[in-house]
């Protein structure tokens, strides 16, 4: 079995300051981490994935991840954020082996301040 | 376009009238999952699907069914709604292991 802990669920930042939002996973096994972005009123959509190779990870809208497998961490950073970053963002793991269940954190709230 | 469709996007209903919500995809993904977002409590598993006639529990999958008859519909059913599982729901879907999920625009669900 697998968890995901994202400690701060609420995370205010003044706009074109960077940002850290933290991710830490537990897990019995080798993982694949992914971050989604849900935007107000809508699904969620993949902001980018680590599955294997570099662990510094890029994906859109100028964000970038690391996986530090020491830390069991990945956790997500941009350099500047903008207003149009404001939405709730989700980091998840699932088992490289074994079924397939997705396990999700339970979100941080990113709120940009003008 | 390739997309997941849930209908309907909003119901409110009463204890005890079952009801489903469809979720269809158009990409041929083997792997099909119901969601529930609550507050504070992020995204919790309801059930899932590996493909056709293949599903298994999730997290929390007191009080749901479903079915996988075809490849590209995957139904959550309500046999007897009860308020606490007033919630927002997303369906997804994906393809080979590792892939991301894609996900439905969600359903938000009143049980009064």
């Known amino acids: 079995a697998q968890s995901v802990t994202q400690l701060d669920s609420q995370v205010p930042v003044f706009e074109e300051a960077p940002v850290e939002l933290r991710c830490n996973y537990s897990?019995?096994?080798?993982?694949?981490l992914f971050w989604y972005v849900q935007y107000p009123n809508q699904g969620l959509q993949l902001l980018l994935k680590?599955?294997?190779?570099?662990?510094l990870v890029k994906g859109i809208n100028g964000f970038e991840a690391e996986f530090n497998k020491s830390q069991t961490s990945f956790h997500l950073r941009k350099p500047s954020v903008h207003i149009s970053d404001t939405a709730e963002y989700f980091c998840a793991v699932t088992p490289f082996f074994g079924n397939e269940k997705l396990t999700f954190g339970t979100g941080t709230r990113l709120t940009i301040i003008p | 376009e390739a997309q997941v469709t849930q209908n309907p996007r909003y119901l409110i209903t009463v204890t005890g009238k079952k009801l489903t919500v469809t979720c269809s995809q158009n990409?041929?993904?083997?792997?099909m999952s119901w969601y529930r977002q609550d507050p504070g409590l992020g995204l919790r598993q309801i059930y899932y699907s590996m493909n056709v006639e293949v599903t298994d529990k999730g997290d929390v999958p007191e009080g749901y069914k479903v079915s996988r008859k075809e490849k590209r519909n995957f139904p959550l059913i309500l046999e007897s709604p009860s308020p606490n599982q007033t919630s927002l729901y997303f369906c997804?879907?994906?393809?080979?292991?590792?892939?991301?999920?894609?996900f439905g625009n969600g359903t938000r669900l009143t049980v009064t």
């Open positions: 997804a879907s994906s393809s080979p292991r590792g892939s991301p999920l894609h």
């Open positions: 680590y599955l294997s190779g570099s662990t």
């Open positions: 897990s019995s096994v080798s993982v694949y």
């Open positions: 990409m041929n993904h083997e792997y």
